[in-house]
C-alpha cells in the first residue's frame, strides 16, 4: 500500500502509546477551511489509542461515540485514554485528543467513549431481520487493488445503470440516497488499519452519504456513532444512507454500514447548518488527494 496516512508520528510508536504526539499530514486536510483536519483522521486517531490499550480478541468495540466540538487545526496532535470500567463481559474507555499549540496551553479538540463487548454465542430463538430482497446496497462488481484509496459513489438516481458506481462526484449530486464504497486510508504511517480503524473512518462518511444534496453538502457533522455487531471482513467498507431528518438548521442521520459479506454496523451523526462554508462538488472535487495518493 502506499505509504500514506493521516498522522506521522513524531517520536516512534511502541507499547501502549502513551505520551506520543503526531503530526498531521496533508491527508487529514479538512475541505471545510484551510488549516483544518477532517473527521475521519480525528475519529480515527481516537478509535486506535482506544484500540491499543484495550482491545482484544474476546471483546468486540461494539459502539464507539466521538464527539467533534472543536476544529482540529493543523498542528501537532495527541490523544489520552482513560478506562472506565473493566468487567467480565464489558469494557468501557473514554478518550480525548488533544492538539498543542506551540504558543499556548494544550486543547482538547473531540472526545470518545467506546464500549467494548465480550463476544460468545448467539442466544436462542428467533428474530426479526431485514429482508434479504429489501438490501439496497451491492458494492461494485469489479474490485479495486488493494493500494487504491479512491472511493466509489452511488445514489439512487443512477441505481440499476451500467456503471452505477463510479469516481466522479458531480455525477450523484442529487436529493437522492447516495452510497459510498472505499478502502480507509491508514492513521498512522506504516501501520495498516485495522478492522475497528477501517470502520470507523469509514463510518464517519455517513454524514458525507446523508448530508450531500443537489447543492452540495451545507451541514458539518458535530459528531460519530458507530455502532458494530462484526468487524468488517476486510478493508472495503460501504457506507449507505439510511434515514435523514432536517429542521431548523440541524440534521440526524443514519447509515448503514457494510463489506462484502453484507451489513455489520450502523452509524448514526447529528450535524449543524455551515452554509457559509457549502461545498459544491461540482466544482470541488475532494478525491483529488486519492488521486494523488
Not at 458506481?165 to 464504497?181: C, S
Not at 460501504?238 to 463489506?259: C, K, N, P, R
Request: hydrophobic residues 40%; charged residues 25%.
Amino acid at each position: 500500500m502506499t505509504d500514506i496516512a493521516y498522522f506521522e508520528p513524531i517520536s516512534g510508536t511502541g507499547g501502549a502509546d502513551r505520551g506520543i504526539r503526531y503530526r498531521p499530514t496533508r491527508f487529514a486536510a479538512s475541505p471545510w477551511a484551510p488549516g483544518t483536519l477532517n473527521g475521519p483522521s480525528v475519529c480515527g486517531l481516537a478509535a486506535r489509542a482506544v484500540e491499543i490499550e484495550f482491545g482484544g480478541d474476546e471483546f468486540l468495540p461494539a459502539r464507539c461515540t466521538i464527539d467533534l466540538f472543536r476544529a482540529a487545526r493543523d498542528i501537532v496532535t495527541s490523544t489520552r485514554v482513560r478506562p472506565v470500567r473493566s468487567g467480565g463481559r464489558i469494557r468501557v474507555v473514554d478518550v480525548e485528543v488533544v492538539q498543542h499549540p506551540e504558543d499556548g496551553d494544550e486543547v482538547v479538540v473531540a472526545r470518545g467513549s467506546t464500549v467494548f463487548l465480550r463476544t460468545s454465542s448467539n442466544p436462542p430463538g428467533q428474530r426479526w431481520h431485514r429482508p434479504a430482497e429489501t438490501v439496497t446496497f451491492h458494492p461494485p462488481a469489479v474490485a479495486a487493488e488493494d493500494d487504491d484509496l479512491f472511493p466509489r459513489f452511488a445514489s439512487d438516481a443512477t441505481a440499476g445503470a451500467v456503471g452505477e458506481w463510479g469516481r466522479d462526484m458531480a455525477a450523484h449530486q442529487n436529493a437522492h440516497r447516495k452510497r459510498r464504497w472505499s478502502r480507509a486510508a491508514p492513521i498512522v504511517t506504516g501501520e495498516k488499519p485495522t478492522p475497528f480503524q477501517s470502520a470507523v473512518v469509514s463510518a464517519e462518511a455517513a454524514s458525507f452519504v446523508s448530508n450531500w444534496g443537489s447543492a452540495g453538502i451545507g451541514f458539518i457533522n458535530c459528531d460519530l456513532t458507530v455502532a458494530l455487531s462484526r468487524l468488517p471482513s476486510d478493508g472495503r467498507v460501504g457506507v449507505e444512507a439510511d434515514l435523514h431528518i432536517e429542521d431548523d438548521g440541524v440534521s440526524v442521520s443514519t447509515a448503514g454500514l457494510y463489506d462484502a459479506d453484507g451489513m455489520f454496523g450502523t452509524a448514526l451523526v447529528t450535524a449543524v447548518n455551515n452554509a457559509a462554508a457549502q461545498i459544491d462538488f461540482t466544482t470541488v472535487d475532494i478525491s483529488e488527494r486519492f488521486r494523488e495518493a
